[in-house]
Nanobody, 114 residues
Framework: QVQLVESGGGLVQAGGSLRLSCTAS??????MGWYRQAPGTQRELAAT???????NYADSVKGRFTISRDNAKNTVYLQMDNLKPEDTAVYYC??????????WGQGTQVTVSS
């Protein structure tokens, strides 16, 4: 059983920064990333990163968010800068194992006040 531990959410003013982290208990993951879901909307991609370091960002976060990973620690990070009120959402850690099994974190709330 893989366990995911997320941290780093919170309340910040517009223009501020937060850093999310997600650590998995075991297994090597081909893809690690973050999705987000605002109230009344569908869950959407924020950013992903492959084991080789290739990244993919939603257009709405490009230039403001930076995803990275530490394979030795099985940890993925999301540095969020210049946050906007529309970034307010629950952010979910997403991991895909080498065996193509998907795992989701419980979610961490990010709230950006104007």
């Amino acid at each position: 059983q893989v366990q995911l531990v997320e941290s780093g959410g919170g309340l910040v003013q517009a223009g501020g920064s937060l850093r999310l982290s997600c650590t998995a208990s075991r297994t090597i993951f081909s893809v690690m990333g973050w999705y987000r879901q605002a109230p009344g909307t569908q869950r959407e991609l924020a950013a992903t990163i492959t084991i080789g370091g290739a990244t993919n960002y939603a257009d709405s976060v490009k230039g403001r968010f930076t995803i990275s990973r530490d394979n030795a620690k099985n940890t993925v990070y999301l540095q969020m800068d210049n946050l906007k009120p529309e970034d307010t959402a629950v952010y979910y850690c997403y991991l895909r194992s080498i065996a193509r099994i998907d795992y989701w974190g419980q979610g961490t709330q990010v709230t950006v006040s104007s």
